[in-house]
Structures are given as structure tokens and as C-alpha cells.
């Protein structure tokens, strides 16, 4: 399995940011996501997406940010908008089977693209 994030980059809080990640060597019910870890702090997921298009937020991004999947091109999105300080961080892309908060075996990750958010 390989993913690869890209889209990161430096904007002004309130702006907005597209990541997507390329996933190849997954299975078609594979659940994709988002996490993110803040220097200090340990990875936190940010959003996932099922198959049929079912999704789960973390309470803090919830209403600004957006995650879909495109299954033809096994490509996952997320667009964050209203973007915060708070929201600085590395984010990662990650695969994994079960469920929505239920993983099946083990967890893949891509390489992670760094969001900065100034003030």
C-alpha cells in the first residue's frame, strides 16, 4: 500500500487548503483519512471516509472542514476551510479496513504534508 499526500502549504488563518492523497495497493473497503499531529502533540484523527461515502470529524474541524473520496481513482480530499492557528500541523493520509473509529489490522500511512496557518 502507498499513499501520497500533497497540497500543504502556508496560508492566512480564515484561508482555505485542498489536500488530496493517492492511494494504490488498497482494497476497494479500505476506509480512507485524514490525521495530523502538531509539534508536541501526539496524532489526532481529523476525518474518515467509508466506501459508500459514511464520515466521521473531530469535534474541532467539524463545519469547516470537508472530506470525500473519488473510489474510480482511489484518491481521498480534504478541504479545510476557515483555517486557525490551531490547525498548524503535519497532516497525514492513512488507509485502513474495519469501520468508521473501528481499524482492522493495521493502519497505512503516507508521508504527510505540513500546514502552517499564520496569524
Known amino acids: 500500500v502507498q499513499l501520497q499526500a500533497s497540497g500543504g502549504g502556508l496560508v492566512q488563518v480564515g484561508g482555505s487548503l485542498r489536500l488530496s492523497c493517492a492511494a494504490s495497493?488498497?482494497?476497494?473497503?479500505?476506509?480512507l483519512g485524514w490525521y495530523r499531529q502538531a509539534p508536541g502533540r501526539e496524532r489526532e484523527l481529523v476525518a474518515e471516509?467509508?466506501?459508500?461515502?459514511?464520515?466521521n470529524y473531530a469535534d474541532s474541524v467539524k463545519g469547516r472542514f470537508t472530506i470525500s473520496r473519488d473510489n474510480a481513482k482511489k484518491q481521498v480530499y480534504l478541504q479545510m476551510n476557515s483555517l486557525r492557528p490551531g490547525d498548524t500541523a503535519v497532516y497525514y493520509c492513512?488507509?485502513?479496513?474495519?469501520?468508521?473509529?473501528?481499524?482492522?489490522?493495521?493502519?497505512?500511512w503516507g508521508q504527510g504534508t505540513l500546514v502552517t496557518v499564520s496569524s
Open positions: 471516509i467509508t466506501t459508500d461515502g459514511s464520515t
Open positions: 495497493g488498497i482494497s476497494s473497503v479500505n476506509v
Open positions: 492513512s488507509s485502513h479496513r474495519g469501520g468508521l473509529n473501528y481499524i482492522m489490522g493495521r493502519t497505512y
